[in-house]
């Protein structure tokens, strides 16, 4: 019997019927939202509480198993795929909402809670978890892929957003990070430290998060422009005004096609800002206006603005579907999602720059963007079975990520590292990456946490 | 010769006359802001660049010659003091502002450069950085002890404010953390676990900061209460509410008259609040109202509002000199200051047991805040060579702490562990504690960089 096979074993009794070896569970768990082929563990265990998850890690521990996290499949680089075998502990039934203190602006919750459940479960409160990376991802993979999304450029990203953890290292020592103060100087930032690190330092168990009061006045905006350059820089001008639009997202002509048919809608096929502004009445209005002008003078037009919550929810509805959208549009079809950002300044050059290389070999691709960050996102639709697409989606992948790191970029503004971007974690980082090692052997010195993903310790 | 002459003797090579071990010098470097006893280091060096820093810590490895990192020397609890010998690194003579790239929002600094200076050559930009935390300190050591500050509520801390380091390792390595991105997922977050590691972990060696454009419209105010807990109650109502308030600090009674007199002001003496906003002309007007508002429903009164440069200078001039004004109050008396910061809602209680506890032992002690974070400090003023005052002090510190840690909060806000709060880091921490000092073996492995503060490796 193989040591992860005795681990399996161990397993089983410690949970019973909560541990599945069976084929249909393994192999949901070898699936993936991008072009990894299905990498399915050799067990998956569903853990009920803190307490077992650390029982988890002290057997797995022992004989040397490797973890995999999983919340619910959504990350975009092969995150969650059991590359050296092991088990997948599946923390969906960790998913509670535990703790809410309104007065202080922060909820408690479990890893497995989606963020659209805890949105609907704090909606009586006034408050919000802004975050949004569009998926109904769980908040600890929101957490352990550094997530961040559309609100971003107005309520930050999950570092902002998180204060606290607790975390189960790898030989199942519970640790708590953080505090519940809205700041602290006491010793090394080990909350800023998990998050992002991606299942491979440690699982997250519980998160304290900042909660935001539900603005006053609400107003979506769309507009039209005859040119992705007038769009961006648009955004660039309103970024550098310090204008605190809540979003800012620029949708080119492919992907508007794709969201009419869709999302029912009929729109022009040119690129588009979707916007939204939060504040008081009064301000909101302001800002309205300025952004209005700023629109104006680089040519946009068809500036529409809607303040009832139901076509607000429409569009975002619709932008948030975007990447089904574009798949509808290619059944059967492998999708690819690029994930560069890059200085503001910089962000109309490089989306021009990566259409005329995408062009140049003949291909379309649609481009989405949080550009308000300067993140924009390429989607590759292609044939998996076609080498030659395949390898041109990963050439032309190649090529946005060198072009972002010449302009002081990086490689990932959200999606994280994975399996699909370790190769260009040494472009980006250099020697600092020999330092992540260092600390990825310091938390996990057998290797067992989430292998094969971030760095190699070795 | 023991182990450090040796490598003093190789870093007088290395440096001429930029290596001292004059006594003038080094007592100079022995000073601290505290009640600590001088402590000098057995040498100082003065490198001038990133590859000298380099070149000193490798000779320093070489022989297992502590290393502490010197900005103006600014740190509360000990930080910069060379407990085990060994060299002090005073970096003052790094202290270029290298590059501004106003479109992108970020300035490229070297560490010695202060933040004063920093904000004196970005007037013409037309952007400043905005952490202040009262001291002209150096934007290293800022971000070496995690500062944070009067402006925080609105625009964050320096780990909100720092995009990237480079840093030098104990043992020579130069890596480069971070991007000039507005954010990235790739890897560990090494440049939120250098902020904060307060020279235990590398040598800062320049800096990426986060810039913000001058506010259109800038108005102070001050407001009178007549007792503590509508004062700080009307904070917590503030931040409840989400008024982005830039500035909200809390002023007890005795500070305001020691401020009265240093600063020839004629302020009731009486709690205050001192604030501050930013914005639109019409958001200033509609947040000081709403703020008025809010005051005068705590019973406030004499609110007064600012809006020329010169009367709002004087305020924040008079604010950030309230250390100085109230040691005037005792000539020859020795500083102990508190910084605790605690949930929002647990603010008023924190600050009035505080009182309480204090005037019950006979002492009267004052009390300033950077309230709308939760964090406040009580300024103990006290005769070194008295014993029982000296013991009193700590006592009562000690107290605060620990209430701080019952009511979910921080031992250190914003000032650091150092030497003075290395004990609470285990009462705050717990067992996260070993994983910091698993990061510190990791890191520096002969335990030569600043040894003796926030967490002992061994």
Redesign the interface.
Do not use: W
């Given at each position: 019997m193989s040591d992860n096979q005795t681990a399996i074993s161990e397993l089983q009794v410690l949970l019973g019927d909560r541990l599945s070896t069976a084929e249909a569970i393994r192999h949901q768990h070898g699936e993936n939202e991008s072009y990894f082929e299905n990498t399915p563990p050799e067990a998956v265990a569903f853990p009920k509480d803190t307490r077992e998850v650390s029982e988890i890690m002290k057997i797995c521990h022992k004989h040397g198993c490797p973890v995999v996290p999983w919340g619910v499949g959504t990350s975009l680089e092969g995150h969650a795929l059991a590359v050296r075998g092991g088990v997948t502990i599946n923390l969906g039934s960790m998913d509670k909402l535990l703790h809410v203190?309104?007065?202080?602006?922060?909820a408690v919750v479990q890893p497995g809670i989606t963020r659209e459940t805890l949105n609907t479960e704090l909606r009586a409160t006034g408050l919000f978890f802004p975050v949004d990376p569009g998926a109904n991802a769980t908040i600890g993979g929101m957490t352990a892929?550094?997530?961040?999304g559309t609100t971003?450029v107005r309520y930050g990203?999950m570092?902002?957003n998180v204060m606290a953890l607790e975390v189960v290292?790898a030989d199942g020592?519970?640790?708590?990070?953080g505090?519940?103060?809205?700041?602290?100087?006491?010793?090394?930032?080990?909350t800023?430290?998990f998050?992002?690190?991606e299942g491979t330092?440690g699982i997250i168990t519980e998160l304290t998060l900042k909660l935001?009061?539900q603005?006053e006045s609400v107003s979506a905006a769309v507009c039209e422009f005859e040119d992705t350059a007038s769009a961006v820089n648009s955004v660039?001008m309103a970024?550098?005004?310090?204008l605190p639009v809540a979003r800012m997202e620029f949708i080119d002509p492919l992907s508007i096609r794709a969201i009419n048919a869709y999302s029912k809608m009929t729109m022009r096929e040119c690129p588009h800002l979707f916007m939204e502004f939060h504040g008081?009445e009064?301000?909101v209005a302001?800002e309205v206006q300025r952004m209005k002008d700023i629109t104006e003078e680089f040519g946009g037009g068809g500036f529409q603005w809607a303040t009832k919550a139901e076509d607000r929810n429409k569009l975002w509805h619709a932008r948030h579907n975007t990447y089904f959208a574009l798949k509808a549009q290619s059944p059967g079809a492998q999708g690819l999602s690029t994930?560069v950002?890059?200085?503001?300044?910089?962000l109309a050059q490089a989306i021009e720059d990566t259409i005329a290389d995408v062009e140049a070999h003949g291909w379309q691709a649609p481009i989405v963007g949080h550009v308000g960050?300067?993140?924009y996102h390429v989607l590759f639709l292609f044939d998996r079975q076609n080498a030659e697409e395949f390898a041109l989606a990963k050439e032309l992948t190649h090529r946005m990520n060198m072009r972002?790191l010449e302009l002081?970029?990086?490689?990932?503004?959200?999606?994280?590292?994975g399996m699909g971007?370790m190769k260009?974690?040494d472009d980006?980082?250099?020697?600092?990456?020999?330092?992540?090692a260092?600390?990825k052997?310091?938390?996990d010195p057998t290797g067992i946490m989430n292998p094969g993903k971030?760095?190699s310790a070795n």
């Open positions: 203190a309104p007065e202080d602006l922060y892929t550094s997530a961040s971003t990203k570092k902002d290292m020592r519970i640790i708590r990070t505090s519940k103060a809205k700041k602290s100087s006491a010793g090394y930032d080990l800023r430290l998050i992002g690190s330092l935001h009061g603005p660039i970024v550098q005004m310090g008081t009064t301000s302001e994930d950002c890059v200085p503001i300044s910089k960050d300067g993140n972002a002081g970029g990086t490689v990932t503004g959200e999606h994280g590292i971007k260009y974690l980006e980082h250099g020697d600092a990456v020999h330092v992540m260092d600390i052997r310091a938390f971030i760095v």
